[in-house]
């Protein structure tokens, strides 16, 4: 059963935008947030964006300040990075994490499978 899907990624050149989409599947627990993680090659993965379910406050990764923007859409289940002004340095596949609310008083994580973005100069 997929829970997180994220899909939008693709070649670009540096300068241009992409937008991707993470959307939530059929589960329990109600959102508490949703973010946004990258990891280029032969490098860590990297915190890029989150944004919370409750009250749609945003948070970005140093990195990407200014150039990305996390939006939700309520009915959907979904949320957007808008990615713009791309730079080599961005490419990287980049993850949804879905933290939700578990039965106990905690949360739970779910990745998606991943989308490869890839900024050509």
């Known amino acids: 059963q997929v829970q997180v899907s994220e899909s939008g990624g693709g070649l670009v050149q540096a300068g241009g935008s992409l937008r991707l989409s993470c959307v939530i599947g059929e589960r329990t627990g109600n959102s508490y947030a949703m973010g946004w993680f990258r990891q280029a090659p032969g490098k860590e993965r990297e915190f890029v964006a989150a944004?919370?379910?409750?009250?749609?406050?945003?948070y970005y990764g140093d990195s990407v300040k200014g150039r990305f923007t996390v939006s939700r859409d309520k009915t959907k289940n979904t949320v957007y990075l808008q990615m713009n002004n791309l730079k080599p340095e961005d490419t990287a596949v980049y993850y949804c994490?879905?933290?939700?609310?578990?039965?106990?008083?905690?949360?739970?994580?779910?990745w998606g499978q991943g989308t490869l973005v890839t900024v050509s100069s």
């Open positions: 944004l919370s379910w409750k009250d749609d406050k945003t």
């Open positions: 994490n879905d933290r939700y609310y578990d039965d106990y008083g905690g949360y739970r994580e779910v």
